[in-house]
């Protein structure tokens, strides 16, 4: 099951270790595609931290900007501390959307965001680290969605191998 058609789109992301902690969340949280701007991941993908592999399971394309990835049916969403934007909690989550992150050090075009559906941002003090966004959007998406797995089969089939631990 994913998450009802979800890509991601990272803008010029400044590390390896937040591309493959992204890498991480989109296989937990099961999305799609991810692609990226920029030359700088390119650089430095060797030192990738991607430790559940997800890279095998989900492209990771670069592009050279968010506009180029064809919508078909999806809504674009730009995630940044952008004047004007939705706060996250506030927002309802398309059924199929792109999510747009903007880099640490920098921020994502004013032509992506203008023409985004959406634009939101997480109300926190200070910005959080790109791989920490993915992972509270996601499960924001998670959370608000009426079909997610759950269960112990998800449990088991999902920890460490080291955890045999149970509620009793």
């Known amino acids: 099951?994913?998450?009802?058609?979800?890509?991601?789109?990272?803008?010029?992301?400044?590390?390896?270790?937040?591309?493959g902690a992204v890498m991480r969340a989109a296989g937990c949280y099961r999305a799609e595609e991810i692609y990226y701007t920029g030359q700088r991941y390119e650089r430095a993908a060797k030192y990738n931290t991607d430790t559940k592999n997800a890279s095998l399971h989900?492209?990771?394309?670069?592009?050279?900007?968010?506009?180029?990835?064809?919508?078909?049916d999806s809504e674009l969403v730009c995630v940044e501390l952008v004047e004007g934007a939705t706060p996250l909690p506030d927002?309802?989550?398309?059924?199929?959307?792109?999510?747009?992150?903007?880099?640490?050090d920098g921020t994502i075009e004013q032509s992506v965001i203008d023409s985004a559906d959406h634009v939101v941002y997480i109300p926190t003090v200070g910005c959080m680290n790109l791989a920490a966004t993915v992972n509270v959007v996601l499960y924001?998406?998670?959370?608000?969605?009426?079909?997610?797995?759950?269960g112990d089969q998800?449990?088991?089939?999902?920890r460490d191998t080291n955890n045999k631990v149970k509620v009793k």
């Open 1 to 19: 099951m994913t998450i009802q058609a979800v890509k991601l789109v990272l803008t010029n992301p400044k590390s390896p270790t937040n591309v």
């Open 58 to 72: 989900i492209p990771l394309t670069s592009v050279t900007s968010a506009l180029d990835i064809p919508l078909e």
């Open 91 to 104: 927002f309802i989550h398309p059924t199929k959307a792109i999510y747009v992150f903007g880099a640490e």
């Open 140 to 150: 924001d998406r998670l959370a608000k969605s009426k079909n997610y797995p759950h």
């Open 154 to 158: 998800l449990i088991k089939d999902s």
